[in-house]
């Protein structure tokens, strides 16, 4: 059974469609990237998975849970892009405040070894530097020992040097079993992370399959003109279609 599931779901908010009418899977210990331009529906699509709103029409699940549901919630973590946690708590502190949320939580020990916190545990949020700071973010995410991990523009903002070691951090949780949905502007990112990738452009998934057959569905060896080229013919056929 998929950890999580779109069925034929739709989103409407007056006359704009944001979704319409997609499928999606995430499979045990896959990494999914949702890519798509601002305003293509992948943030909806986050947010009904999330159970942060539901969907016009359509079903959505969470380990066969409604999204929403007290089950759901305790099978997922997330790490989105807006996130703030108090500065003067120190590392270990936030990490054993969010694990106490949870009936099974990982080890305090084997959370900050897996988001790479060892040595910073005594320190404050607020003296981290950008990278340490989002890697803490990581380990709330997965302190709950979450089945399903959502990570909205994991590594935005971070240099190469932090951002190759998240990408690290989130290996290690797909090794581990763990499912991830990864949305990035990255596209080198999701090429390197991903196991499968989906497109979305106006509210369809309009390409779907694993980087290399996504960049051959985009006629490119490279992921960011494939997603271009993808994006150009939806365009155009939606132009024809109205």
């Known amino acids: ?46 947010r009904i998975l999330l159970g942060l709103t539901s969907p ?18 305790l ?4 790490l989105l892009q807006v996130a703030k946690v108090p500065e003067t708590l120190r590392v270990r502190e936030h990490i054993e405040l969010f694990s106490a949320y949870y009936p099974k939580p990982l080890p305090i020990a084997d959370t900050i070894a897996a988001a790479g916190l060892q040595g910073v545990e005594k320190r ?20 709950g020992n979450p089945d399903l991990l959502f990570l909205d523009e ?23 079993g763990g499912s991830v949905l990864l949305t990035t502007h990255y596209l080198d990112e999701a ?5 499968r990738i989906a497109v979305i452009d106006r509210g ?12 051959q569905q985009g006629a490119s060896t490279g992921l960011e003109d494939a997603f271009l080229s993808l994006v150009r013919q939806n365009n155009s056929i939606e132009e024809v279609l109205q």
């Open 191 to 195: 090429d390197a992370l991903a196991d």
């Open 56 to 73: 016009t029409s359509g079903s959505a699940t969470i380990c066969g849970h409604a999204p929403a549901s007290h089950a759901a919630k």
């Open 154 to 176: 994991p590594t935005v903002g971070l240099d190469v040097e932090a951002r190759r070691t998240m990408w690290k951090h989130i290996r290690g949780f797909v090794a581990r």
């Open 1 to 46: 059974m998929p950890i999580a599931e779109l069925q034929a779901v739709t989103k409407t908010y007056g006359p704009v469609a944001a979704l319409r009418g997609i499928d999606l899977t995430i499979q045990p210990g896959e990494l999914l990237a949702l890519l798509g331009a601002n305003g293509a529906g992948k943030t909806t699509a986050v």
């Open 75 to 78: 099978r997922r973590g997330a």
């Open 204 to 215: 369809r998934i309009i390409a779907e399959g694993t980087p290399a057959e996504v960049k």
């Open 124 to 143: 404050q949020f607020g003296d981290l530097s950008g990278g340490q700071k989002q890697r803490v973010l990581f380990a709330l995410a997965i302190c």
